[in-house]
């Protein structure tokens, strides 16, 4: 997968997409990431990228020009392009594994109070917001989507590191997980656990990832519908 973003804040991605996972996938070749400086699109002396908004108000907009040269000269043909605004639909593991089937992404990160209108209308393919709350700028969005579709490209996770059986795959978030010591400061692993009933233990994991589900995130279940255990089970018994 081919990534490329284009930002105001080139130096704020030194680091994070240096590391780990996202460091392997570069290093073998799985995403090819390069981060775009938006001044390289702006040619007046001042590289001016900015302007105040028409019909007053506080703050600066990105102007349309920069980003319009910097998009036709970055995307192809089978360029998703991505608007980074707390105005897009909000990002999550569905849309990571919908990036993630993609060739190409450019991310477009915001700066200042926003884009132009324009850059909206005609050159987003998509906007994605990672949360409600502001940030200063698009960058840490394009890091964090980066990552989230990064570990789900083939070959990225190793085969002992599952995208399949986490949170979210299931629409449920994930169940209690445990490891070795078996008992700690006297807070033991539960027996379920250790008996090695696979069937009985993948039964117990259900019902976990549903109870937590409903007690923390119920707005997940209506979402996606995820079946409760029984229905699960029965689906299975069915098989
Ligand atoms: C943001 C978000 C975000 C808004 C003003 C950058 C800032 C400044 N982007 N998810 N939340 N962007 O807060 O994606 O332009």
């Not at 036709?72 to 639909?89: I, M, N, Q, W, Y």
Request: charge should be negative.
């Amino acid at each position: 997968m081919k990534i490329d973003v284009l930002t105001l804040f080139p130096g704020m991605f030194a680091g994070p997409l240096d590391e780990s996972m996202v460091k392997r996938a570069r290093d073998a070749g799985i995403l090819e990431l390069r981060i775009r400086y938006l001044r390289d699109y702006a040619h007046d002396r001042h590289k001016t990228v900015d302007d105040r908004p028409f019909g007053g108000g506080p703050g600066m907009l990105l102007k349309p020009e920069p980003v319009f040269e910097a998009v036709e000269d970055l995307a192809a043909a089978d360029t998703h392009v991505v608007l980074l605004t707390p105005a897009g639909r909000k990002f999550d593991q569905k849309i990571a594994r919908e990036l993630a089937g993609r060739e190409r992404l450019l991310l477009i990160c915001g700066s200042y109070e926003g884009f132009d209108e324009r850059i909206r209308e005609h050159l987003a393919d998509d906007e994605l917001s990672i949360g409600d709350y502001v940030l200063t700028n698009g960058a840490l969005p394009a890091m964090v989507i980066i990552d989230a579709v990064t570990r789900l490209l083939p070959g990225v996770l190793g085969d002992d590191e599952s995208a399949l059986d986490e949170s979210f795959s299931g629409g449920l978030i994930e169940y209690p997980q445990y490891t070795r010591p078996a008992e700690f400061r006297g807070w033991k692993v539960p027996e379920i656990l250790l008996s090695g009933h696979h069937a009985e233990i993948a039964k117990w994991r259900l019902e976990q990832a549903w109870q937590r589900t409903q007690q923390r995130r119920p707005d997940l279940i209506s979402e996606t519908g995820a079946a409760s255990p029984s229905v699960v089970r029965a689906k299975k018994d069915d098989l």
